[in-house]
């Protein structure tokens, strides 16, 4: 079944222990997306990646790190959580060329006390 | 400054009617548009999508109508079910190349109701 996966789905931390969020898509797709949900602000980018080793800042990358060493992966990298980045993220692929049609993981809901 | 806007944060309609989703956008260089829907507790789901060549798009009970000179497109659905209740998602896209990011607005919830 094609699918995006992301782990953990529910993460509960302190400010200032890093963590990490999974996210891996079996559709050999080229392109990858983080992206958080706030309740009013929609969904919004915070990093994507055209393919392995290239990666770009979207629109709200501050305190937040990802990398792409292999195609089907794509990890977000918390190093020092704050509350304000308490969020629902989901992870996104999509292919290569002109699809538009992006795949969502079905979420991570991480609260930083 | 928010470039796609959904002002009707939720929206209720009754079984078997239609259901009108509105948005507007900002910036005239979009050039390909997506509807999204989420349920609760999964992720956000493509709908429907159009061209900005087009100014129609059809697919079974989901149509999406697009108007270039009033930046704004809306998505209906005839007839409503319950279950199309779900938070709805309008994006777009600008630039020649498929991997532009997507800009989403902020979402409708649509409630059908029995």
């Known amino acids: 079944e094609a699918q995006v996966t992301q782990n953990p789905r529910y993460l509960i931390t302190v400010t200032g222990k890093k963590l990490t969020v999974t996210c891996s898509q079996n559709?050999?797709?080229?392109?990858m997306s983080w992206y958080r949900q706030d309740p009013g602000l929609g969904l919004r980018q915070i990093y994507y990646s055209m393919n392995v080793e290239v990666t770009d800042k979207g629109d709200v990358p501050e305190g937040y790190k990802v990398s792409r060493k292999e195609k089907r992966n794509f990890p977000l990298i918390l190093e020092s959580p704050s509350p304000n980045q308490t969020s629902l993220y989901f992870c996104a692929s999509k292919g290569a060329g002109d699809t538009y049609e992006q795949y969502f993981g079905p979420g991570t809901r991480l609260t930083v006390t | 400054d928010q470039q796609v806007k959904q002002n009707s944060p939720s929206l209720s309609v009754q079984e078997g009617r239609i259901s009108i989703l509105n948005c507007d956008y900002t910036?005239?260089?979009?050039?390909?548009f997506l509807w999204y829907k989420k349920y609760p507790a999964e992720g956000p789901t493509f709908l429907i999508s159009i061209s900005s060549i087009k100014d129609k798009n059809e697919d079974g009970r989901f149509t999406v109508f697009l108007n270039k000179s009033a930046k704004h497109l809306s998505l209906h659905i005839v007839p409503s079910q319950p279950g199309d209740s779900a938070v709805y998602f309008c994006a777009a896209r600008f630039g020649n190349s498929g991997n532009t990011p997507l800009v989403f607005g902020k979402g409708t919830r649509l409630s059908v109701i029995a």
């Open positions: 910036n005239s260089m979009f050039d390909y």
């Open positions: 559709m050999n797709h080229e392109y």
